[in-house]
């Protein structure tokens, strides 16, 4: 998911990946601040994690391996994907920790098919969210959406 910031040159990214490496600095303030290398399944990003979330999150960077990741990409890069974090927080804990979810909208890999989503479906706990599956079908995007999942 990405959207333009208003009176911003910074679009905002909601995207979840796994840690594969973390490197975590001083700044010269003396604060902790952390680079993170983050992949899915298709791509690889930078996650620059400031002190103020660093602060937040560095509990979590040690004891989980995936997460949910809301931030800026930084347009001075081009050539690859880095995100300035604004929040960091465990997929197992998102839910606990982002309580105003107005709507879930998953975008599935491209060779999935529609009984691996049925699958999925079926291991998800029903919630109040409602919830979409965006994902490929000969050649066409298709979105399914469950609504009243209680």
């Given amino acids: 998911m990405m959207h333009q910031a208003k009176d911003s040159e910074e679009f905002m990214v909601l995207t979840c990946g ?44 040690n004891t989980h391996s995936i997460f949910v990741i809301k931030g800026a990409v930084d347009m001075q890069s081009p ?3 880095k995100i300035k974090a604004a929040e960091i927080i465990p997929l197992d804990l998102f839910f606990d920790e ?7 909208q998953l975008t ?14 079926a291991q998800l706990q029903k919630g109040p969210v409602p919830l979409s599956f965006i994902f490929q079908e000969d050649g066409k995007t298709m979105q399914l959406k469950y609504r009243d999942w209680e």
């Fill in 18 to 61: 796994m840690i594969e490496s973390k490197k975590e600095i001083m700044t010269k303030k003396g604060d902790k601040m952390a680079f993170l290398q983050v992949a899915d399944q298709e791509h690889h990003a930078e996650v620059i994690v400031f002190p103020k979330t660093f602060q937040k999150a560095s509990h979590w960077l």
């Fill in 79 to 81: 050539q690859s994907c």
């Fill in 98 to 104: 982002w309580k105003k979810i107005e709507h879930i």
């Fill in 108 to 121: 599935l890999p491209a060779h999935i098919s529609f009984d691996n989503i049925t699958a999925l479906k």
